[in-house]
Nanobody, 117 residues
Framework: QVQLAESGGGLVQAGGSLRLTCKASGRTFSSYAVGWFRQPPGKEREFVAGIRYTGSSTEYSDSVKGRFTISRDNAKNTVSLQMNNLKPEDTAVYYC??????????WGQGTQVTVSS
């Protein structure tokens, strides 16, 4: 019964940074892989970054690779997305999800990230 909540979004100038946090409930969070997705205005939701339940393996979309870093702190039930060198095209609602054995168990409600030109 994992539940997720995102925070840390806001308005930032191009080239700036934000750190998003996905906070989960429950004691089994460490067994989930966690992904960050985003949905730009008028666009489809897309994968941004993911982290395995062990935290030892990560994946990034080509558009954010080298700029974003995903990490997790299972003791605190959080997964963070450090976003550096933000671009206007990064503007989107950012969501986190929790997966286990190929099944998505939860989505957060999203946090808005707006990057001004």
């Amino acid at each position: 019964q994992v539940q997720l909540a995102e925070s840390g979004g806001g308005l930032v100038q191009a080239g700036g940074s934000l750190r998003l946090t996905c906070k989960a409930s429950g004691r089994t969070f460490s067994s989930y892989a966690v992904g960050w997705f985003r949905q730009p205005p008028g666009k489809e939701r897309e994968f941004v970054a993911g982290i395995r339940y062990t935290g030892s393996s990560t994946e990034y979309s080509d558009s954010v690779k080298g700029r974003f870093t995903i990490s997790r702190d299972n003791a605190k039930n959080t997964v963070s997305l450090q976003m550096n060198n933000l671009k206007p095209e990064d503007t989107a609602v950012y969501y986190c999800n929790a997966q286990r054995s190929g099944t998505v168990y939860a989505w957060g409600q999203g946090t808005q990230v707006t990057v001004s030109s």
